[in-house]
């Protein structure tokens, strides 16, 4: 890993030819930054933190990807066989780790970019990061990831609750919570499986909070993974998808409505498209059937002495909260003043095309996409590179030789 401080901003003319920066060593800057120099451009990641793959390194404990080794993995770098079919999260950062290693990436650690301006003359991007840096880049690739920053609801009297209170990030394992009576608001992958996690570490009672009923799918069936389907049908249109996965699921999936998950109403790929990807069975739908994991209505608001209040009106009072309510993308103070971000504050654009009027800026994995978002941020990177090369070719640097 390289520990030089990348070349400062002066008011010297600028070099002929600057790198293209990356801002995040994460999966998706990680396979940019391959990409490029894989086509003689030089190419500089930025980590705010010590080491890449920091969000891997704070999930939690049990976590394994659901979408395949083979189609999580990034271009240049086949994931060993002996990660298995489902590969850990330390083994997801192993691979982080070695992937950079072995394409001997350029990457500055501890530098995190407060801003992307673009550069009065248009030839290139002017990066504000740690220390009063100012770095000169002929494109830069935001690649920051949508899950650092927890995004906790702003329930009513929240603050006064006296028992444990956490956002899913900080949940490592189920072990604090032995003999416990826990709520887990939030039914996505990260709320349903820490759910079981809380069974099997001996919770003593968990409560699931539902806003949305969501689409479950079984991980994989009689051998066919769930992500082979999303990447068949990802093209497909919406409605007809939502009619495929409508009948799969009632061949497949049992009817839970009398434990709290009646089917959605709206259709699979529909919601996909809305942002909310299906929950990957990994022991809820066992855990509910049995009663083990109790599906209960959202939270309305918390009240004095520990009580939570639901939106049907139920009043309980668990030992510990956990939200599971997702992460904000928190593009706004980075690049929100390039009018690059749509009214969610996703980028209007991704992959290959750059925004109108920010030629050279991309973006890659703030999607979540049915057929996995590594495999698509592995695209997406051989994309941006090409697009790199062909408009911005003449002035990133490249790479000797
Ligand atoms: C629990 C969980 C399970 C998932 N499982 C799967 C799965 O099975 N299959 C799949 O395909 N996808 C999965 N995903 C989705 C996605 O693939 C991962 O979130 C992936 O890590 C996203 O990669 P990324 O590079 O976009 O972002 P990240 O991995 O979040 O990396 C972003 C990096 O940017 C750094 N950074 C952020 N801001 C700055 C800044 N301003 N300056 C410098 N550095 C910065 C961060 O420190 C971080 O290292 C999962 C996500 C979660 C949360």
Redesign the pocket.
């Known amino acids: 890993m390289a520990d030089s401080t990348p070349p400062t901003h002066s008011s010297a003319p600028p070099p002929p030819d600057r790198p293209v920066y990356v801002?995040?060593?994460?999966?998706?800057?990680?396979a940019a930054a391959y990409a490029l120099r894989a086509r003689g451009i030089r190419a500089v990641v930025?980590?705010?933190?010590d080491r890449?793959?920091?969000?891997?390194r704070g999930?939690?404990d049990r976590?394994h990807?659901?979408?395949t080794r083979r189609f999580?993995a990034l271009p240049g770098l086949p994931m060993p066989r002996r990660f298995g079919r489902w590969v850990s999260r330390d083994d997801v950062v192993r691979y982080l780790e070695k992937y950079a290693e072995h394409h001997r990436l350029e990457i500055v650690t501890g530098?995190?970019?407060?801003r992307v301006e673009r550069l009065p003359d248009g030839t290139g991007w002017l990066l504000r990061?740690t220390g009063g840096r100012e770095l000169t880049g002929a494109a830069v690739v935001v690649?920051?990831?949508?899950?650092?920053t927890p995004r906790v609801p702003d329930w009513p009297g929240r603050d006064t609750y006296p028992g444990d209170f956490l956002h899913a990030a900080a949940y490592r394992n189920g072990e604090p919570y032995a003999g416990r009576d826990v709520l887990v608001v939030g039914v996505g992958?990260?709320g349903a499986e820490i759910a079981v996690d809380l069974v099997e570490s001996g919770a003593s009672r968990v409560r699931l909070a539902v806003r949305t009923v969501p689409h479950i799918l079984r991980r994989s069936t009689a051998g066919w993974a769930a992500q082979y389907s999303g990447i068949l049908v990802r093209r497909l249109p919406v409605r007809l998808v939502d009619r495929m996965s409508r009948v799969q699921a009632r061949l497949t999936m049992p009817d839970l409505s009398a434990h709290g998950l009646p089917r959605p109403d709206t259709g699979l790929y529909s919601r996909v498209k809305q942002g909310a990807i299906p929950v990957q069975d990994v022991g809820l739908i066992d855990a509910v059937r049995k009663g083990r994991v109790e599906v209960v209505a959202a939270v309305d608001h918390f009240e004095d002495g520990g009580k939570i209040v639901l939106t049907d009106g139920t009043r309980i009072s668990p030992d510990a909260v956990i939200a599971a309510t997702g992460?904000v993308r928190a593009l706004e103070d980075?690049v929100g003043h390039l009018g690059v971000l749509d009214a969610r504050g996703r980028p209007v654009v991704h992959g290959a095309r750059s925004p109108q009027g920010a030629p050279g800026l991309y973006f890659?994995?703030?999607t979540n996409p049915i057929s996995?978002?590594?495999?698509e941020?592995a695209l997406d990177a051989v994309r941006i590179a090409k697009a790199v090369a062909r408009d911005g070719s003449g002035k990133a640097s490249r790479l000797p030789g």
Request: hydrophobic share 35%.
């Open positions: 801002i995040g060593g994460g999966p998706g800057g990680l930025l980590e705010k933190s890449v793959g920091a969000s891997w999930h939690y976590l990807l659901h979408t999580s530098v995190e970019v407060s990061a690649a920051t990831g949508f899950n650092h992958n990260t992460y980075l890659t994995g703030f996995g978002n590594l495999r941020m």
